[in-house]
């Protein structure tokens, strides 16, 4: 049985704490183990831990066929390039962190301490691939029942209020923005990082989407990928307006 969203954090560290806290159960405690083991705890430990490397691979397919899955049946009128914008505003590493702070996965991953000082914890890419691997070892310790009752919940929750009669267009704000200066004639756009500020584990970067040598927006944000999609979205949302409804924070709905 998984209870997704626990009420309380639980204390202390270790499978049995980390099952409490984020609402699993696991048979075979030596695989949430490894689940949560990114590969500079095992770096430092001299060969006597094993990462969650061949986990978070795993697990990256048991999201997609799941996603993939859902996203099938729930909205049957989606041609195949919609259902791909679905599915991947759901499995990409933005989304994927996002769910794994929601139930406070970083407090138990076991890290590295170099990677620690570094605010490793916090990081999108290692946050993702935990969450990754997490599905990875729930599919081999309980099948994909159990993958897809952890997962759905998270997969599910942004798309609430879409309907699923009625015509939209799904995309992301970096190709949607490309999408449409090139209808307009005109050439893709370009991304420039403009500056940086902070310290290495807490940087902020500040990039300027052009389009030739005009500025269509300027954006700031914890990564420069990160960045230059706050840019797309703020020069597409000049150009439509309200007909563009915030879906994730990599996709949008445009209502004509």
Not at 75 to 87: I, R
């Amino acid at each position: 049985m998984i209870r997704l969203f626990p009420k309380k954090r639980a204390k202390g560290r270790g499978p049995a704490a980390a099952e409490r806290a984020l609402g699993v159960r696991f048979r075979d405690k030596e695989l949430l183990a490894l689940a949560l083991t990114h590969s500079s705890f095992a770096y430092e430990s001299a060969g006597k831990a094993a990462d969650n490397e061949r986990l978070e691979f795993l697990g990256d397919s048991v999201l997609g066929l799941i996603a993939a899955d859902y996203f099938y049946g729930a909205y049957p009128d989606s041609n195949e390039g919609d259902l791909s914008k679905l599915k991947s505003s759901t499995t990409s590493t933005a989304a994927l962190a996002r769910f794994a702070r929601s139930i406070g996965l970083e407090a138990h991953i076991r890290i590295g301490r170099g990677e620690e000082k570094s605010g490793g914890r916090d990081k999108d890419t290692i946050l993702a691939g935990v969450f990754e691997s997490l599905v990875g070892a729930l599919y081999l310790d309980g099948g994909t029942a159990a993958a897809g009752d952890f997962v759905l919940p998270f997969i599910r929750s942004p798309f609430d209020g879409l309907p699923s009669g009625a015509p939209f267009q799904i995309n992301n704000y970096k190709s949607a923005l490309q999408e449409f200066l090139q209808k307009e004639g005109l050439p893709a756009p370009q991304y420039k990082m403009v500056k940086t500020t902070g310290p290495d584990h807490r940087k902020e970067f500040v990039v300027e989407v052009r389009v030739n040598k005009t500025s269509l927006a300027r954006a700031a944000g914890p990564s420069r990928k990160a960045a230059e999609l706050k840019a797309a979205e703020k020069a597409l949302k000049s150009f439509f307006g309200k007909k563009i409804e915030d879906l994730t924070p990599d996709t949008f709905i445009r209502k004509d």
